[in-house]
């Protein structure tokens, strides 16, 4: 009441003289007025509400229909969407869509070791000796570090240097483009080298591309991967082959990837090798190795 009357207070008029307020308003106005008035203004007042619940009588519009069919409305849309949830079809889980190659059609064996171990020049040979098409991580993210529009050129680079290991969805989706271009040429026998260097990216290679037959494991002292990489370094241009660099890659390695391997071991799918004498005699022990596993 008290918040109605202030509302009439900015209306300024002449002691005693009506103010043209609403009519709610008026009726909480503290402005005097004389008794014939008063009784005037009942009286317009009263006919006025007669009028008016004549007129709410007449019309479907007035306030009782209205509210009563916005009432029905309610109830019935209430009573609509609790039938409507109760036979709504429960979304399926997408199902597993399982590897794009079978490991039957194609073959894959990962190649890991330290670095410096001697992985890719491995690798190398074989190509020549046995026909296979040899992948190397590193070499497909440094070609996607310089390739012109690449939007991950800068975090390939910054990983690179730090030894670390870039986000799995961008090494995968080259392996998985390698693997199928080569696999639409024909070929089906892939060394993949320096991958999977993490548990993330093992399992999604397993699991969207292919099952790895084996692993080749180099095993190599920590000082003679050193000495080799120092001097590589010295033409190889690769902004990882510093002194920096090297000790920030063995720690990823131990750290990071040794787990991969330990994983891959405990299902028995682990080749060990040392890889510490000549290029030759590791040559020749990694292929009496596949040969054991039925590769000729
Ligand atoms: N058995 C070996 N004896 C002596 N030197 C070797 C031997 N194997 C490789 N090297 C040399 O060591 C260096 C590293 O070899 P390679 O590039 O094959 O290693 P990697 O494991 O692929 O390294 P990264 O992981 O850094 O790419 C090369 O300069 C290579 O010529
Ligand atoms: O799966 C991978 C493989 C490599 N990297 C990064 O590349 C460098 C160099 O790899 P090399 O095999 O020695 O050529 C490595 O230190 C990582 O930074 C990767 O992130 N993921």
Known sequence: MFTRSLRTASLKAPRGQLLKAPIGLRAY??????????????????????KDSKEQKKSPFSKGYVLGALG???????????VYTKHEPKLAPEPKKGPAFSDKDVSVIFVLGGPGSGKG???GKLVNEKGFVHLSAGDLLRAEQVREGSLDGALIAQCIKEGTI???????????NAVADNVAKGKNKFLVDGFPRKMDQALTFEDEIVKSAFTLFFE??????????LERGKTSGRADDN?????????????????????????GKVVKLRCDEPVDTVGNRVKEALVKRGIN
């Open 29 to 50: 106005s503290k402005f005097p007025s004389s008794d014939k008035k008063k009784s005037e203004e009942k009286s317009n007042q009263n006919s006025n509400d007669q």
């Open 72 to 82: 029905i409305l309610a109830v019935g849309s209430t009573v609509l969407a609790s």
């Open 121 to 123: 020049t491995q690798c």
């Open 166 to 176: 870039v986000p799995q969805e961008v090494t995968v989706r080259l392996l998985r």
């Open 220 to 229: 190599c002292p920590e000082q003679v991967m050193l000495d080799r990489l």
């Open 243 to 267: 002194i920096e660099s090297i000790k920030k890659r063995f720690r990823t390695f131990v750290e990071t990837s040794m787990p991969v391997v330990d994983y891959f071991d405990k299902q």
